[in-house]
């Protein structure tokens, strides 16, 4: 078999470089020629775990490759997927469907045999119908079908989402269609993995419904170490105790800064604003959506209290910049906010992210990049921790004393045990944790 993936960024690069592990040819589109240059020199224009390799070796095999050449990826597929970014719409959060739209205009006049167009781009319920629209008024003559087969992978362990996922869904009337896009997840068969046939409404639904419901049990367990912190109990216990009960599950009960990201940011707001419009609101996700706004900025001021009441003049070590581990990806990242905020009260912010400062640098400016957690440490009055890098899990505590201005951590991801950075002569500030005897006050609190 045969696809085109147009757009080759998080979502099109893994999905093209894993069909093509499973021994399909896939031609990869992007209209952004630098990208396609950089693949074209073996470099990775993100950072995805195990990416490379995979790129490198179905390359070799020749059965992946990539072009700025739309029509001609299109000509001869069985399958062409739209993978192109639906970011917020400025002003008014409905998903920004414009970069779908124009490729389904292209896939249009490029169709020249019975083709499959797949929405795999998250889009709200009705786009598909849409792009169906579009196609239909271009090429009237054109045999295709519209399919909805949204994407689950995370950054971070896409690959491996895409290889091994929880489920496939498919939202089509045609069995046509189906049945081309069964065939190209039948390598999936041996895991037995689930394949859900919907139709293009359920199938789009269902990417928005999950997000959401994943947005949700994030800010309620946040809203929870909120609580905890007002009442002496622990959010990690709270998480375990409810989380081993198999209603809930233990997943995404992990108290932190906000979510960030480019997926549930802009998919939460897009399905209120979806949800609105079609006069059935839901109004758990507006909830969700205001409350996790309201605390990326009250993260800022944990770290302001626990530089004593003000870090005007001090210095504020960072880490981690990206809104998760092992991604590059700044979207909507919890710093975007965090650094800011400690910008405009005064602080000096010294930063350290393993793979977020190259984009970082244009979004955060006026802030020290630094080589790694410890030159970031130098002469800081606190250090933040936002993304929890395995590097940042396992800090020697006494350098990190000796090269601070003060021993005040602030753990926006509880990566640490209150105890041992007590016991460590730490002012440690957690998220819903137990509160400890701590240590000494620290210089900065005097
Ligand atoms: N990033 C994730 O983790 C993730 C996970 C699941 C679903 N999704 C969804 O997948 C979609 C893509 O997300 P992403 O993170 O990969 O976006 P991205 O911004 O990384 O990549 C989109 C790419 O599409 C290219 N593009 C845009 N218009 C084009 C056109 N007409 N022809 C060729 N190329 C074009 C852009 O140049 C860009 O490289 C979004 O709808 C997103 O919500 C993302």
């Known amino acids: 078999m045969r696809i085109a993936m147009v757009g080759t960024g998080y979502v099109g690069l893994v999905s093209g470089a894993c069909f093509s592990e499973f021994g399909t040819d896939v031609v990869c589109v992007d209209k952004d020629a630098k990208k396609i240059e950089m693949i074209g020199r073996g470099e990775m224009p993100i950072y995805e775990p195990g990416l490379d390799a995979l790129v490198d070796n179905n390359v070799k095999d020749g059965r992946l490759t990539f072009t700025t050449d739309l029509v001609k990826a299109v000509k001869g597929a069985d399958a062409v997927f739209i993978a192109v970014g639906t970011p917020s719409r400025r002003g008014d959060g409905y998903a920004d469907l414009s970069y779908v739209?124009?490729?389904?205009?292209?896939?249009?006049?490029?169709?020249?045999?019975?083709?499959?167009?797949?929405?795999?781009?998250?889009?709200?319920?009705?786009?598909?119908?849409?792009?169906?629209?579009?196609?239909?008024?271009?090429?009237?003559?054109?045999?295709?079908?519209?399919?909805?087969?949204?994407?689950?992978?995370?950054?971070?362990?896409?690959?491996?989402?895409?290889?091994?996922?929880?489920?496939?869904?498919?939202?089509?009337?045609?069995?046509?269609?189906?049945?081309?896009?069964?065939?190209?997840?039948?390598?999936?068969?041996?895991?037995?993995?689930?394949?859900?046939?919907?139709?293009?409404?359920?199938?789009?639904?269902?990417?928005?419904?999950?997000?959401?419901?994943?947005?949700?049990?994030?800010?309620?367990?946040?809203?929870?170490?909120?609580l905890c912190e007002e009442v002496g109990a622990d959010v990690q216990d709270i998480a375990r105790g409810i989380g081993l009960d198999g209603r809930i599950g233990r997943k995404f009960l992990h108290a932190g800064p906000g979510y960030g990201g480019s997926c549930f940011p802009k998919d939460t707001l897009a399905l209120v604003r979806t949800a609105q419009e079609a006069g059935a609101p839901i109004k758990i996700v507006e909830a969700v959506v205001q409350a996790n706004d309201e605390r990326k900025s009250a993260m800022a001021a944990k770290v302001i209290k626990a530089c004593g009441g003000s870090v005007k003049g001090k210095t504020v070590a960072v880490l981690g910049l990206t809104f998760k581990p092992n991604t590059d990806d700044m979207r909507d990242s919890p710093s975007l906010a965090i650094v800011p905020a400690l910008q405009r009260a005064g602080a000096r912010v010294r930063a350290f992210d393993p793979q977020g400062m190259k984009e970082a640098k244009h979004l955060l400016p006026g802030i020290d990049m630094c080589t790694d957690a410890y030159d970031a440490l130098k002469g800081a009055d606190a250090v933040v921790i936002v993304t929890e890098w395995n590097e940042f899990r396992q800090l020697d505590f006494a350098r990190a004393r000796t090269l601070m201005k003060a021993p005040v951590m602030v753990d926006l991801r509880n990566i640490y045990d209150p105890a041992e950075l007590a016991a460590a002569g730490f002012d440690y500030w957690s998220v819903g944790r137990r509160a400890v005897v701590r240590a000494k006050t620290p210089e900065s609190v005097k």
């Open 101 to 226: 739209f124009a490729a389904a205009e292209e896939i249009a006049h490029a169709i020249d045999r019975y083709t499959v167009v797949v929405t795999k781009s998250t889009v709200p319920v009705g786009t598909g119908r849409k792009v169906k629209e579009i196609i239909k008024k271009a090429r009237p003559d054109a045999d295709f079908d519209v399919v909805s087969n949204p994407e689950f992978l995370r950054e971070g362990s896409a690959i491996n989402d895409f290889m091994r996922p929880d489920r496939v869904v498919i939202g089509t009337e045609s069995e046509r269609a189906a049945n081309v896009l069964k065939r190209l997840y039948r390598p999936l068969y041996l895991l037995e993995t689930p394949v859900i046939i919907t139709t293009l409404e359920s199938a789009e639904l269902i990417k928005y419904a999950a997000n959401t419901f994943l947005a949700t049990k994030i800010t309620f367990i946040n809203e929870i170490a909120d």
